[in-house]
């Protein structure tokens, strides 16, 4: 088939909304070419957008007990020139946020934007390792002397890095994913530090769907480790509701004439087998306090969010793990200043409907972050 031919038909189904995915090669060409223009472009320009609207900053600082360069992205809190703050005061209002698997520190620039967080508030986004510059900086670099990360440390990092940019006593956190998780265990390890934190689906161990974890370790699920286009449309159907909830509204909640970019992209973000690797050694983890199936944090502070059918961080695991139980419509927790809420037919990323999970818990997150005691 003429080239001109296979473009005409795939910009007039997009544009029509009828678009059918395409196998030929010829045709997966094509749509890597359009995919990749658009991705590149307009995705790029509204990246950057974003990120300048964010005031985040890309950083790095140097951990001298870790011995370990620690990436980051950061918005300095902006004083008034009238305010009488002391600057150098150790409670000023600092905000954390920790990315989920394969992201980098800037992919939180849309969310934190949208949050219209006041400007005295300082932002981190800690770059967690193995992943983003850690990559670029060390893996592909020097690939014979690099190790994965675990779960130790990653947090003697984390709480390392704390210390050394000075994070505030008077700060709140948020973390997805394995970002929640993260967020959950640094909370427990820096009650001085972090007073309030929100989870959406923290990846804990015990809480990540077993389903998910046995397709990992026997290699029948590519879950952030795309072998094919096939396997990044598999990765947004359980993302959303599940590859086989047949009856959500909108049953791919990315276009599928950007599979085949987002497939070729993945394979320049990381090595091959990278982030396979990097799951199945923290999955691996039995030590104390990552291996725990309760809460390890019963006096601690935070708003746990949980999509009521995700498929990667199993909901009834997390009902369990936070000691959950049902009264009336709303849940309650053993423990005392958890709040736990449930958004409902809603995967790990995607509603059914295909809007973000961000978007929907934007006003509620923004609610409980900004809600500092001192100011």
């Given at each position: 088939?003429?080239?001109?031919?296979?473009?005409?038909?795939?910009?007039?189904?997009?544009?029509?909304?009828?678009y059918?995915?395409?196998?030929?090669?010829?045709?997966?060409?094509?749509?890597?070419?359009?995919?990749?223009?658009?991705?590149?472009?307009?995705?790029?320009?509204?990246?950057?957008?974003?990120?300048?609207k964010?005031?985040?900053v890309?950083?790095?600082v140097?951990?001298?007990q870790?011995?370990?360069?620690?990436?980051?992205?950061?918005r300095?809190?902006?004083f008034?020139?009238?305010?009488k703050?002391?600057?150098?005061?150790?409670?000023?209002?600092?905000?954390?946020?920790?990315h989920?698997?394969?992201?980098r520190?800037?992919?939180?620039?849309?969310?934190?934007?949208?949050?219209?967080?006041?400007?005295?508030?300082?932002?981190?986004?800690?770059?967690?390792?193995?992943?983003?510059r850690?990559?670029a900086?060390r893996?592909?670099?020097?690939?014979d002397?690099?190790?994965?990360?675990?779960h130790?440390?990653?947090?003697?990092?984390?709480?390392?890095f704390l210390?050394?940019?000075?994070?505030?006593?008077?700060?709140?956190?948020?973390?997805?994913?394995?970002?929640?998780?993260?967020?959950?265990?640094?909370?427990?390890?820096?009650?001085?530090i972090?007073?309030?934190?929100?989870?959406?689906?923290?990846?804990?161990?015990?809480?990540?769907?077993?389903?998910?974890?046995?397709?990992?370790?026997?290699?029948?699920?590519?879950?952030?480790?795309?072998?094919s286009?096939?396997?990044v449309?598999?990765?947004?159907?359980?993302?959303?509701?599940?590859?086989d909830?047949y009856?959500?509204?909108?049953?791919?909640?990315?276009?599928?004439?950007?599979?085949?970019?987002?497939?070729?992209?993945?394979?320049?973000?990381a090595?091959?087998?990278?982030f396979?690797a990097?799951?199945?050694n923290?999955?691996?983890n039995?030590?104390?306090?990552?291996?725990?199936?309760?809460?390890?944090d019963?006096d601690?502070?935070?708003?746990?969010?949980w999509?009521?059918?995700?498929?990667?961080?199993?909901y009834?695991?997390?009902?369990?793990?936070?000691?959950?139980?049902?009264?009336?419509?709303d849940?309650v927790?053993?423990?005392?200043n958890?709040?736990?809420?449930?958004?409902l037919?809603?995967?790990?990323v995607?509603?059914?409907d295909?809007?973000?999970?961000l978007?929907?818990?934007?006003?509620?997150?923004?609610?409980?972050?900004?809600h500092?005691?001192?100011s």
């Amino acid at each position: 088939m003429n080239i001109q031919v296979i473009i005409h038909i795939i910009m007039t189904s997009i544009a029509t909304g009828r678009y059918i995915p395409v196998c030929t090669r010829a045709q997966r060409e094509v749509e890597a070419l359009i995919g990749g223009v658009v991705l590149n472009t307009i995705g790029k320009a509204a990246h950057n957008l974003v990120l300048n609207k964010s005031g985040l900053v890309a950083k790095e600082v140097y951990l001298p007990q870790c011995g370990y360069t620690m990436y980051y992205h950061e918005r300095e809190a902006v004083f008034d020139r009238t305010d009488k703050v002391d600057r150098d005061k150790v409670d000023h209002p600092t905000i954390l946020f920790f990315h989920g698997i394969t992201q980098r520190s800037e992919d939180f620039a849309g969310f934190v934007a949208s949050l219209d967080i006041p400007p005295h508030v300082r932002i981190l986004c800690p770059e967690q390792m193995g992943h983003g510059r850690d990559i670029a900086n060390r893996l592909r670099t020097d690939p014979d002397n690099y190790s994965l990360p675990t779960h130790n440390r990653m947090l003697e990092t984390t709480s390392e890095f704390l210390d050394v940019v000075k994070c505030s006593s008077n700060t709140h956190a948020f973390g997805i994913s394995l970002g929640g998780a993260a967020c959950y265990y640094v909370q427990h390890h820096r009650p001085d530090i972090i007073k309030r934190a929100v989870l959406v689906s923290p990846a804990i161990l015990s809480c990540v769907d077993k389903g998910l974890v046995n397709g990992l370790r026997e290699g029948t699920n590519n879950f952030c480790c795309f072998e094919s286009r096939h396997d990044v449309k598999l990765l947004m159907r359980d993302l959303s509701t599940g590859r086989d909830d047949y009856n959500r509204k909108k049953w791919d909640p990315v276009p599928q004439f950007f599979l085949e970019s987002v497939y070729r992209m993945s394979k320049k973000g990381a090595p091959a087998g990278h982030f396979r690797a990097l799951l199945l050694n923290l999955l691996a983890n039995t030590d104390s306090p990552f291996s725990s199936v309760k809460d390890v944090d019963e006096d601690g502070h935070r708003l746990v969010i949980w999509p009521d059918k995700d498929r990667i961080i199993n909901y009834e695991e997390g009902k369990r793990f936070f000691e959950v139980s049902s009264s009336g419509n709303d849940f309650v927790s053993k423990s005392p200043n958890t709040e736990f809420e449930s958004v409902l037919d809603c995967g790990h990323v995607f509603h059914s409907d295909g809007r973000s999970i961000l978007d929907i818990i934007k006003p509620r997150v923004r609610d409980y972050l900004l809600h500092f005691t001192r100011s």
